[in-house]
C-alpha cells in the first residue's frame, strides 16, 4: 500500500478566536526619524529632532526638515522596556512637531551607558534598579560646603553609581564662600576623582571646561544650589530654586524630573531632582573593586565571598607589605560600606 499523501485540505483549523497563529516579525521602520529624549512626562516623551545634513541642490536643502520638538509615545511593540532621558531613539508618524500632534518610539537605539539606583533602602521594593539618565559621559556630584554641609555618604554611593556606570565622575562643591574646600577634597584624592570650586557669583569658567561638548547629568541632594548652577549656565532653562529649611538643614525638592539642556557652548546637562537617598543594592563588590586596579591583585588570597570589610581580608596584609596606598584601602572599604544601608548623612 502507497503512503497516503497529504495536501492542505487535511489539515484541520480550530475556528473562532485564536485560529490565526500570531506572528512575530515586527516592522523595521525604516523611514523611522531619529531623536533624542529630552524630558520624560507621565508616558509622553520630548525628542528633539535634528534636520539631517543638508545634500543636493539648494532646492533640496531648503526642504530640510528644521530642528524642532516633538511629543511622543511609547509603541506597543516596545513592551516594557523603559525609555528615559538621554536615550536616542527612532520615531514614526507625525514627527512635525506641531502643537496637538503625537509620534510614536517605535525603537531604542543600544546606549552607551545607563546611570542607575535602586530602591530606598527603606523601600519594600529594595533591590529594583531605577534607571536615572542613559547615554551621560560624565557624572557631576553636586555638594555645597555648608548650608547644608557635605554628606560623604551620598557621594561614596553615587561614586559607586559612577563606576556601575562606567562614566567619569566630577566633584562640583559648591558655596565656596561659606566653608573652605580643603578637607572634603583631601577625602576624595585618593580616589583622583576631579573637583571644581565655585562660589555665589564667583566664575564658572572651570566648569564649563569639564562640561562643554559632553553629555553630563548633574546629581545632589536638594538645597545644593543645583538648580541655580544649571541657570547659571543655560540662561534660559528658568529651573525652580529653593531655600535650605534652617530646622532641618535640607532642601526641598525644586526639580521634579530629569531635563536635558543644551549648553550655548555645545554639549548637554542633564538636570535631575534632588535625591534624599541612592540605593546601591545593584552594584556587586567586583564592580567597585574593579574601579580600584592596584588592589585588584591583592585581593587574590582573600576567602571565598570575602566582602573585603572584615578580618580576613588579605587586602590588609597586601597593603602593609607596602604594595598600595593605605589611603585607597579606605576609600576602597568606605566605598564599599556605602552600599550595606547605613544612613546617607554620615
Not at 529653593?242 to 538643614?249: F, I, L
Amino acid at each position: 500500500m502507497r503512503k497516503r499523501e497529504y495536501d492542505e485540505d487535511d489539515v484541520r483549523v480550530r475556528p473562532g478566536k485564536g485560529s490565526r497563529p500570531r506572528t512575530r516579525i515586527r516592522p523595521a521602520h525604516e523611514d523611522a526619524v531619529g531623536g533624542f529624549v529630552v524630558a520624560v512626562d507621565r508616558g509622553r516623551y520630548t525628542v528633539l529632532v535634528e534636520p539631517e545634513r543638508p545634500k543636493g541642490s539648494a532646492a533640496k536643502r531648503r526642504q530640510q526638515a528644521q530642528r524642532r520638538l516633538v511629543v511622543a509615545m511609547k509603541a506597543r511593540e516596545l513592551g516594557r522596556k523603559g525609555i528615559v532621558v538621554g536615550d536616542r531613539v527612532a520615531l514614526v508618524g507625525d514627527v512635525s512637531g506641531r502643537p496637538d500632534t503625537l509620534a510614536r518610539v517605535v525603537r531604542v537605539e543600544p546606549r552607551s551607558s545607563m546611570l542607575r539606583r535602586s530602591a530606598d533602602d527603606t523601600d519594600d521594593s529594595d533591590g529594583i534598579e531605577r534607571p536615572v539618565v542613559a547615554n551621560a559621559e560624565q557624572l557631576v556630584i553636586v555638594t555645597a560646603l555648608a548650608d547644608p554641609p557635605p554628606r560623604p555618604r551620598m557621594i561614596d554611593r553615587m561614586l559607586v553609581a559612577a563606576f556601575d556606570a562606567e562614566i567619569d565622575a566630577l566633584l562640583c562643591l559648591t558655596k565656596s564662600d561659606l566653608a573652605p574646600p580643603g578637607s572634603l577634597v583631601a577625602l576624595y584624592e585618593p580616589l583622583g576623582v576631579e573637583h571644581v570650586v565655585v562660589r555665589k557669583g564667583g566664575s564658572l569658567d572651570e566648569l564649563r571646561d569639564h562640561l562643554t561638548g559632553r553629555i553630563s547629568v548633574m546629581v545632589g541632594h536638594s538645597g545644593v544650589g543645583k538648580s541655580t548652577l544649571v541657570n547659571a549656565l543655560v540662561p534660559d532653562a528658568n529651573r525652580a530654586v529653593s531655600q535650605v529649611n534652617a530646622v532641618t538643614g535640607r532642601g526641598r525638592h525644586t526639580s521634579s524630573s530629569a531635563v536635558a539642556l543644551e549648553l550655548p557652548e555645545g554639549g548637554w546637562i542633564i538636570d535631575t531632582p534632588g535625591v534624599r537617598s541612592f540605593g546601591l543594592a545593584h552594584v556587586s563588590v567586583e564592580t567597585v573593586l574593579a574601579a580600584f586596579p592596584d588592589l585588584v591583585e591583592g585581593t587574590v588570597e582573600c576567602p571565598k565571598g570575602c566582602t573585603h570589610l572584615g578580618d580576613g581580608c588579605a587586602l590588609d596584609a597586601w597593603v602593609a607589605a607596602g604594595n598600595a596606598d593605605p589611603a585607597r584601602l579606605e576609600s576602597l572599604r568606605r566605598l564599599l560600606s556605602s552600599r550595606d544601608g547605613a544612613p546617607d548623612d554620615l
